[in-house]
Every structure is written in C-alpha cells, then in structure tokens.
C-alpha cells in the first residue's frame, strides 16, 4: 500500500535505498533499530476506531528499540488534528487527543512524529539514520513480496517510466537484483 503514496517517491529522489517488501510490522524500516507505521490524518481515526493501531504499536514496541507513529498531514490541510477550542482537560473516549495520549501512555517507547508532508518527512527519516546502521532485507522475505506479477510490481517503483521500463526488465535479472542497484 505505501507504494501508492508520494513517500517512496520522494526518499527515492532523497537518495534512499528502497527494497519494496511485505512487512510484518511498520510501514517503513529505517534501521535495525527503527521502524515507523505511517499514517494519514483519515488512516490515523479509523485505525484507533477499528482497534488496529494499539495492535500495530504493541507489534512495533515488542520488536524494535525505537518505534514511531509518524502521523503525516496533507500538505494543502491544516496542520491540527482538531480545532484548538474541542481540546478539554479531561479524557474523553471519542477524541482523538485523548487516545493519542493514551497510546503514549501505554507504549513508553513509542515516538510520536508529526510531519506536514512527504518531504519534510524525508528530512525526518534523514535525520532519524544518522549513525543508524542498515536494515537488512532477508532475501526470502523479498522473494516472497515480490511473488505477484513482476512487471506490474516493478511499473509502480519511483523512477520507473513507460519510457525506461524495457531497458530496465533488459538489465536485471530480478527485482531483488534491481534493489542492489
């Protein structure tokens, strides 16, 4: 899903490398260390409301030192969750302030992350690898991810045109070896 979205695109042209793989936990690797769930403003309400964020943050918090919820808003939005007069004092089951603090409260290591758009956020996963060491992609979890139509897989990669697919598919071998580019 988050080939879908601008991210890819821009940490691509940041100068990151992007090995595209099913992830059991997070939306994004950054190291060994660091792993990041991604959300919109929309994504964020109905994960709390289907219960499945507290089960992405309990998976991330059980597996890595350094799990962040990145919440990304759109670039043409308000950068606010809600409007400064709804905040109240008191914890209140349907705000979206209040279960925020909630998951902090619950899952000590998890780092939130506020970001107004693609790339500022990748200034952020910039700043964030520093003296990071790199993930690594295991070669049978990549194998296993990229078991759906290749071409389609490959047509839907940053970079990727109608004009340069073909002297790609010519070049390499497989996707795995087009990630080692």
């Not at 059991?24 to 919109?40: A, W």
């Not at 350094?66 to 759109?74: D, G, N, Q, R, S």
């Not at 939005?77 to 349907?94: C, E, H, M, Y």
């Not at 759906?148 to 390499?172: H, S």
Request: with cysteine; proline share 6%; net charge negative.
């Amino acid at each position: 899903r988050e080939f879908r979205s601008k991210l890819p695109s821009s940490l691509f042209y940041k100068g990151f490398e992007i090995v595209p793989l099913t992830l059991e936990v997070g939306d994004y690797i950054l190291s060994p260390n660091l792993c990041v769930e991604r959300k919109s403003i929309s994504d964020l309400f109905s994960s709390f409301q289907s219960g499945r964020l507290y089960t992405q943050a309990e998976a991330m918090c059980k597996q890595y030192n350094t799990p962040i919820l990145l919440i990304e808003f759109a670039g043409d939005k308000s950068f606010a969750l809600v409007n400064r007069d709804n905040i109240t004092p008191d914890i209140q089951g349907n705000s979206i302030i209040s279960r925020i603090c909630l998951l902090i409260l619950h899952f000590h290591k998890l780092r939130l992350l506020w970001s107004r758009n693609e790339p500022m956020t990748g200034t952020f996963f910039e700043e964030l690898k520093q003296e990071e060491d790199e993930p690594e992609a295991d070669e049978r979890e990549f194998d296993a991810a990229t078991d759906t139509d290749p071409i389609e897989f490959l047509r839907r990669l940053p970079g990727i045109t109608p004009g340069n697919i073909q002297k790609v598919i010519d070049e390499v071998e497989n996707l795995h070896a087009l990630s080692k580019m």
